[in-house]
């Protein structure tokens, strides 16, 4: 069983910092890529930033600039530092890790989101 903790949403005005983690727990053998999606209302789940284990990462071209993804692989532990916030940010932010599990297998797992609202 392995679980996803994501914290650190809220409301902050636009031009604001946030900063999202997302701890992984349970019976894995390795965490590979961990990446951070978003949905809006009435809109798709979309990707914002990923992160491989030996760190490379990849942005969506309306956060590039902007969010920073990073991981502590000691911790098993990814983060998204949020600067310059937009109200079009706003949206619910889920993290999604790829792990090595028992067995040799590679899973996927989402966190269970969070709220994150840009607003005046």
């Known amino acids: 069983q392995v679980q996803l903790v994501e914290s650190g949403g809220g409301l902050v005005q636009p031009g604001g910092s946030l900063r999202l983690s997302c701890a992984a727990s349970g019976n894995f053998v390795n965490v590979y890529t961990m990446a951070w999606y978003r949905q809006a209302p009435g809109k798709q789940r979309a990707l914002v930033a990923i992160?491989?284990?030996?760190?490379?990462?990849n942005y969506a071209d309306s956060v590039e600039g902007r969010f920073t993804i990073s991981r502590d692989n000691a911790k098993n532990t990814a983060y998204l530092q949020m600067n310059s916030l937009k109200p079009e940010d706003t949206a619910v932010y889920y993290c999604?890790?790829?792990?090595?599990?028992?067995?040799?297998?590679?899973?996927?797992?989402w966190g269970q989101g969070v709220q994150v609202t840009v607003s005046s």
């Open positions: 992160i491989t284990r030996r760190g490379s990462t």
């Open positions: 999604n890790v790829v792990f090595e599990v028992v067995g040799g297998d590679s899973k996927a797992y």
